[in-house]
Structure formats: C-alpha cells, structure tokens
C-alpha cells in the first residue's frame, strides 16, 4: 500500500463558497485556548436560574439566548408534559405529507393566529435556512423566477452554508454587510434578487428593513429574514424585530425564527404572508429536510403550545418590559457599541491580550460572559459578549457590572 | 417596471448535483395525486396503536418506521417527563462547547456503553450527515487526507443533498448502487476514497458490508454508513446491521442513525470508533448545525436514556423477536422480492395503473400502506409499501394480507 499509494491522486479542492481549512484551522485554535483557560467546555446543572459545575462552583448565565427566561417557565415545561400525555408519543415516525398527528398543525395554526401570518414548523432555524433557501435559488418557492441569490456577508452560517446548494440552482454571491446600493444593482441586473440577512445579528444590530421594503417595493426584491435573535423578545405579541418593522408582508418576504431562543422551546417557525396552499405544500415535500427528516416532537409541540398562550397575555409584556429595563440597567453602567439599542446583546470591548483572562476573572465571580477574540474576531476588537435577559435581577446586573468594570471594561459615559 | 424587466438577466443553472426543476416537478405530480386520492395527507389521532381521523375513519399504520413500537412504550414516555422535570428547560440556549447541562453528555455515555461505542449526539441523522460529510470531505475527519467522495447513486437524499457541499471541499463523484468494482477503481486511483451509502434502504436491502471491510482493509478506504433503518430492529442490544456485521471498528468506519424510528425517540447518534477526543471536538465545533444549531432537547434525551435502558435487557430481544415473526407471517403470506430478508420493509408489487386504487382499498379496510408509483419510481415497479411493526398483531397482519390479495397482491410461493 505504500509505494503505490504516493502515486494516487491528491485532490485541490474549489472553496468557492466554503472552506473547511480555514474553518477548522482558525475556529479549533480559538476553542482549544477557550477550553485550556476554562472558558469553554463547562459542565453544569440548572437549578432556579443559577448554574452549578461538579465541584459546586456557581455562577449566573449571561450568554443564554433565553432573554425572556421562558424556557424554564412552568408552564411551558408543563405544556411539554402534557402533549407528551396526548400524543403518547414524542413522534410517530412517518413523513407528514402522507400520514401525520395534529400536533405540527396545532402549533402552525396556534402560531398563525399569534403573529397574523402563515406558519409552518421545523425542528431548527438551521434545518429551515438549509431547506427553504434552496427551493427559492430554484425559484420554486417565490415568484416563479430563478432569482441571483444575495448573501450577505455577515448573514449566520445556518445561511451562509446554503451557498453551495443554491449554487448548484441558480447565481450566487456575497454582498457587504447591510450593502443597499451594491443590492440595488444588483436589482437593477437581474430580473429577479433575492437578499439573504440575519433580522438580528448575534453580535448586535439590526437589518435595515425599511431600505429593504423600499427595494421589495421598487424591484420585487424577495428577503429572506432569519430573525431568530428578536423573535418573542420584541415587539407585539413577540412577532420580532422584522415583523414588526416590514411593511411587505407578501411573497417578497420570508422570515423563519427559532423557537429556542426567547420563545423558550424547541424548533423553528417559518413565517409567510401570501403564499398559497400549493406553496405551504412544495415547502413540506421539498424543502429538504422538512419533507425527509423527523418533525419537531410533541414536548417540543406542547411547550411551544404554552409559550404562544403565554405571548398571547400580559406576561409577555411584562417579560419584554423587565427585558428592557435590564438592558437599560446595563447601560447604565457598560459603554458598549449596543448601548441604547432595544436588543440584548452586548459586546463588552476588552483588550486582544487580556481578554479570556477577564473572561475568566468574571466567571470566578460568578458570571459566564463568553469571551470572543482573535482569530474568531479581528484584532482590536476582542469583547465579552453579555446576553441580557428578563430573568437576571438588578444585583446580579450591577455585581456582573462592577467585575466587569474591575476587569478592565468601560464605564458608561452618563452613568446615573 | 415592466419593460425594463424583461431586458435584466435570466439565469442558467449548472444542475451538477441536484435539480430542484426535476425533484418539484417530479415529486409534486406524485404528492398532489396521492393527496386528490386520499393516501396522503391524512391527519389522524393514535390511541393505543390505532390512528382515528376526524371524521371517524380508524387505520393501523404500515408505513411507520417506529419497528419495535418503543415510540409509545410508557417508560420512554416517562423517561421525556421525568428528564423534563429534572433539567426543568427543553434547552437552555447556548452552544453546548461553551456551557452545556449534562443531559446530551449523560445520553452519549449511555449509548457509548450500549454499542460498545464513542457516541455523539445529533438532532437528526439528516443535520448529522450534512454537518459530517463536509468535514469527512476536507480530510478534518478521518485519517487527514482529503478523499475522494463517492455517493452510492441510491443513498438517501440527506446525504446525498451533501454533495453540493462536499463538492467546494474535494472531489465528488456518484457511484453505481452497491458497485464493489468502481469502487475499488476509485479506490487505485484515489489517496483516499469516501464511500457514502445506506446501511438499510428504504425500500428494503443491505449495504454490502464484508466485500466494503475488504476495501477498507486493502486501501484504507472510509465508509460512511446511515444505518437508521436497521439500529434497535437488528442485533445485540439493537446495534444494527452495519454494526453487527462490520469487522472494522476504527477511524475507517463512521456510522449514523436516526433515534427517530425503532429507537422510538428523536434525534440520532453518531457512532465512532478510533477518534480521540480531538476529532470529537471538531465534530461539536465545525460540523455544521451540531455547532451552531440547538441541540436534542431535554424530553428526547431522556426518552432516548429510557429506549436504552429498554435496550439493555431482555424486553429488546423479545420485541425483535416479535418484530422477525410478523415479518415471517407477513412473507408467508404475500410474495415480495424482500421475502425471507430480516429487513422490516416490504414492496407489495401492482400494476401502474391500480396501485393508487389499491392503495385506497386498503386503506378503507382499515390499513394504511403507502403507495408508490410513477413518476417516484420507474414504470413497471409500482407497489404498495410496508412495514412490519413488533407491535402489529397476528390478526391485524392475517387481515392485511388478505385485502391485500384482494386488491391484487401475489400470494407467497409457499404458503404454509
């Protein structure tokens, strides 16, 4: 096998759209410092909000995407019991284009009604991106026409790994991040653009969604919105960030959210205006693994159930409301580059050098922020990202804010 | 906006690994047909292994995967509720490398002993294969070097929608169903070859197990296998086929499969051999949705923990048991051209013509088996699909056969 060996073939890969060298190379040496300086790699049991390792350290989680805490309310926990109850099964494994148990449509339905739209489910955002944005590379799920396909360059990796499947369908190619006019030309080349944007980034800010609705109005420009960072934690009956702020609610916009975020559960939502039966169709037979692989389970099904009657009352708002004042809270006390913005995340700037030490001072204390830095981040511009959330109390907010101070993080310009 | 339009450019896809114009097109005459007809598109509650549709109409269902009838067994339904109960969230939003609760940890360690295995842990067997075969693709899982990807030309779609993907990584190239000698082919030419293929079909069939372990074994060639339709159904303590017949049990070898079907629970397992804890954590960190993506949520977990501990003990053997001889009551009364195989899927052959009507026929008497036909499947080779449950009684089977020689099934060659 040796000599012979040498003489075969050794391939050079395309990376046109992705590249796993890089990936690997860059992200592993990120990981395996974040884990060696006990940032990464922790280990704990949940326990009335605080987290607990095996040697009976304890801390509060600040980089939980839980923001209004639901995932540990009773009810949605007792929802979940009960569709388990029901159903009798967590799944009954058949696909649900041929035979299927009410739960799925239960859910769509109880959905629908909540954000006045057309919902259809899915077991991840991730899973969603990776089927629908294929279906519309190929134009069979919009207007008909193939479009270019824009993404853009900051958009999330459950996107952004779609790039060669929709290559395989149709033009693809990559925008600077929140580009209005490079997508306008783009508009003005092709008969039909579809631009592919994070609603709400992880690491803070919003799509510019009234530019976009201008370009939808003027071209027919389809969005494709992953807006799972603000779902439930803003706007009206938790209907996000986008939904609230989109005038076009029609087939020029396709939205999908996870429900394992704010909503508290499992699974994703796949938000439409517009489109038709024969639509909702093609979606559950072809658009990958919705059609071929399992559902969301039933206790999946049953706490999304809870958490939409919970969005439904005035505990939602009230969630929402504590949400913003912790936000606020923080800052008032933190300089960030988020400071004033409704959304939860916080990138605290530290330095490239010191930063996974103060991550790691923080945690001591008693606070998991996640520290981002070099080679995941550009240098100069290494943080700990804070995620706020309904849950967290005014003392915990002011402790974190104190260590953070005390480890080298700005205070705020007009504190109170 | 209308003359300008129609100057803007059209695209022309390059279709080289998938073709969603011919899937839709395809598919949907398929679907929309099985649905006017009434063998698709059922919505049914299950009570106590029968589905009851709204308007009263009860059916036994031959088209479900859950082989051994684990999906509704009470202590895996206890197992969901008391996980529920102890972790107290579905999820507990954060990437699991930098903070996770035991709870996927403790179910990895459990089927690591069941199979005598290194086990990690997916949210399905369709986010497994396209998060791992893209890393295989690279050379950052296996021995290094960057192989040649040959897709068996009948792999399920979630691997073979991984071709795209892969093909930005390597070389790809589709094989012929179960070709030893192209393969081997490859396998001179190639430092490393990948080959990507079902353990168990869908439509019944096993992977050649022993010719691939002489490959493996003569060129260092990696086998890639999804064995869901055979884990928990076939061998000690429900390790599979692939599993039970495999002689090689190292780097060589990664096989997954759905917890989806006779596990009876949700998610699915990635079972390893010979990869140390480095390559473990470039699964969690780079493949795909494991990394980005939510988790198995806790009910699944501790269904999933219950399903194992079903698997440890005597009640599994009996269930197989039971399972073998519904097949063989099955056979001894209908001829397919799986008859005698242990596989629990059977295509009842038709004509073109009546498959459909057969199927409806069926189905009124009480039975659901779902039909394929033209365009899914080539003229000539219509038939009505069915699987064998261990939970399916002696009277349901008898009855089943019956109507099915009614709509025109062959009687088995020697009927006892």
Redesign the interface.
């Known amino acids: 096998?040796t000599s012979e060996?040498t003489e075969?073939?050794?391939?050079t890969?395309?990376?046109?759209?992705?590249?796993?060298?890089k990936?690997?190379g860059v992200?592993?040496a990120f990981?395996?410092r974040?884990?060696q300086e006990g940032?990464?790699?922790?280990?704990?049991?949940?326990?009335n909000g605080i987290?607990r390792t095996g040697d009976g350290h304890e801390f509060v989680?600040f980089?939980?995407?839980?923001y209004l805490d639901l995932?540990?309310h009773p009810e949605?926990?007792e929802g979940?019991?009960t569709a388990?109850?029901r159903?009798?099964?967590?799944?009954?494994?058949?696909p649900r284009?041929?035979?299927?148990?009410?739960a799925l449509?239960e859910l769509e339905s109880s959905l629908g009604e909540l954000w006045g739209a057309d919902v259809i489910t899915a077991?991840?955002?991730?899973?969603a991106s990776?089927g629908l944005l294929?279906?519309i590379?190929?134009g069979?799920l919009g207007n008909g026409t193939?479009?270019?396909m824009v993404f853009d360059k900051n958009c999330?990796?459950?996107m952004a790994?779609a790039k060669?499947?929709c290559?395989?369908?149709?033009?693809v190619v990559t925008s600077g991040h929140h580009d209005m006019d490079q997508l306008e030309d783009f508009c003005?080349?092709?008969?039909r653009v579809c631009y592919v944007v994070d609603g709400a980034d992880s690491l803070g800010g919003y799509a510019p969604v009234e530019q976009l609705a201008e370009l939808q109005e003027?071209?027919?420009l389809l969005v494709y919105y992953d807006d799972s960072h603000s779902v439930s934690a803003f706007g009206e009956r938790g209907m996000g960030y986008i939904r609230a702020n989109n005038p076009i609610r029609d087939e020029r916009t396709i939205t999908i959210a996870?429900l394992?975020?704010a909503f508290?559960?499992?699974g994703a939502a796949i938000v439409l205006d517009g489109y038709g039966k024969h639509s909702h169709?093609?979606i559950e037979?072809?658009a990958?693994?919705l059609s071929?692989?399992?559902p969301m389970?039933t206790?999946?099904v049953g706490?999304s159930l809870a958490s939409a009657e919970i969005h439904r009352g005035p505990e939602l708002v009230a969630l929402q409301g504590r949400l913003n004042a912790n936000i606020a809270l923080f800052d008032s006390l933190i300089d960030t580059e988020q400071a004033g913005s409704s959304y939860p995340i916080r990138v605290v700037p530290m330095n490239d050098e010191t930063v996974i030490d103060a991550g790691r001072r923080v945690y001591q204390a008693g606070f998991?922020v996640?520290p981002v830095f070099f080679p995941i981040v550009a240098r100069g511009t290494a943080g700990l990202r804070v995620m706020l959330r309904a849950g967290q109390t005014v003392e915990q907010i002011q402790r974190l804010c104190t260590v953070l101070t005390e480890v080298g993080a700005p205070a705020a310009k007009a504190s109170p």
């Open positions: 096998m060996l075969r073939k050794v391939i890969p395309p990376h046109r759209y992705r590249n796993n060298d990936a690997v992200g592993n990981w395996d974040s884990e940032v990464a790699g922790i280990v704990a049991e949940l326990d987290l989680n980089t939980c995407c839980s995932d540990s949605v926990i979940a019991i388990l109850r159903f009798g099964v967590l799944d009954h494994c058949i284009s041929r035979v299927q148990l009410p449509l077991i991840s955002a991730g899973v990776a294929p279906l590379a190929s069979h193939r479009p270019l999330h990796v459950s790994g060669p499947a290559a395989d369908e149709t033009e003005r080349q092709y008969q003027k071209y027919g996870t394992n975020k508290g559960t499992s169709r093609v037979r072809f990958g693994a071929y692989s399992q389970n206790a999946a706490a998991y996640s």
